[in-house]
């Protein structure tokens, strides 16, 4: 298949797969949020937190090249700082499409600021966290799963960071490599 098929039915699965929404993003982020916050696991580190970014809707989809991509908001203190953008490219084994929600929660001014510098990549190293409303953690920054019971004390920041994701609906087989890829625009 041409690189140029590729793209295009790559395209054509994240706009399909990306559901349409009516109303504010503050109320799209409102939302997500509160979402999250029915996990004990996500409460904790919402409550402590200087800031962080929430991304309701982010698509994703993949033909053994897979990219996704999500616009998202940044908040500190409750009040938004700017505007963010996700994107991811993969290589490997890969097929199918899927939506899903991400928060990204900030331990501290310094990783505040490394996030919103403009541009910011994750390292290799970092994962997210997969939250189900009623259950806890499925897979942890430290690279192991368990319950929410015997996860709430292992889950803790990566280099000032952790992010949760939440899926939202698709299907997805995966085992590929690629970096998050953040493009920070604060609010005038």
């Given at each position: 298949m041409s690189t140029r098929a590729?793209?295009?039915?790559?395209?054509?699965?994240?706009?399909?797969?990306?559901p349409v929404f009516a109303g504010s993003d503050a109320e799209k982020d409102k939302q997500a949020i509160a979402v999250f916050l029915e996990s004990d696991v996500v409460a904790r580190f919402h409550k402590s937190a200087y800031g962080y970014a929430i991304f309701p809707t982010i698509g994703k989809g993949g033909i053994g090249i897979?990219?996704?991509?999500?616009p998202g908001r940044?908040?500190?203190?409750?009040?938004?700082?700017g505007d963010v953008t996700m994107t991811q490219i993969s290589i490997g084994f890969q097929l199918g499409g899927q939506v899903y929600r991400q928060v990204v929660y900030f331990q501290d001014k310094r990783a505040f600021n490394e996030f919103t510098s403009g541009q910011f990549e994750f390292s290799a190293q970092a994962e997210a966290i997969a939250i189900?409303?009623?259950?806890?953690?499925?897979?942890?920054?430290?690279g192991t799963s368990a319950s929410a019971n015997s996860t709430q004390?292992?889950?803790k920041y990566h280099k000032g960071m952790i992010i949760f994701t939440?899926?939202?609906?698709?299907?997805?087989?995966?085992?590929?490599?690629?970096?998050?890829?953040?493009?920070y625009k604060a609010s005038k």
């Open positions: 590729i793209f295009l039915t790559l395209f054509a699965m994240l706009t399909c797969s990306a897979g990219a996704a991509h999500g940044v908040y500190r203190k409750g009040k938004k700082t189900t409303a009623s259950a806890g953690v499925q897979a942890g920054t430290d004390g292992k889950t939440m899926g939202k609906g698709g299907l997805m087989y995966q085992a590929a490599l690629g970096g998050q890829k953040y493009n």
